[in-house]
């Protein structure tokens, strides 16, 4: 929000995780894991603009550790 870092980016792009998984070599994770969270009906995947993953990524490059496991 705004121009500085705030708790609201940290919590919205690792929230925004949960709707599409960061890449295998940002977070590994087993096969099947990842396709239940890529896994969206057509009103939540149309709900989710492309910025927000954008944010997401911007965040986790520049602010938040890589490569996550989970």
Do not use: K, N, W
Not at 31 to 44: G, K, V
Not at 55 to 69: F, G, N, V, W
């Amino acid at each position: 929000m705004g121009g500085s870092l705030t708790a609201v980016d940290v919590y919205g792009a690792t929230f925004t995780a949960l709707f599409r998984p960061l890449p295998p070599e940002q977070c590994a994770m087993d096969a099947s894991t990842r396709a239940a969270f890529e896994e969206l009906d057509t009103q939540t995947g149309a709900a989710l603009d492309p910025i927000l993953f954008e944010h997401r990524d911007m965040m986790y490059a520049e602010y938040l550790e890589l490569p996550l496991s989970l």
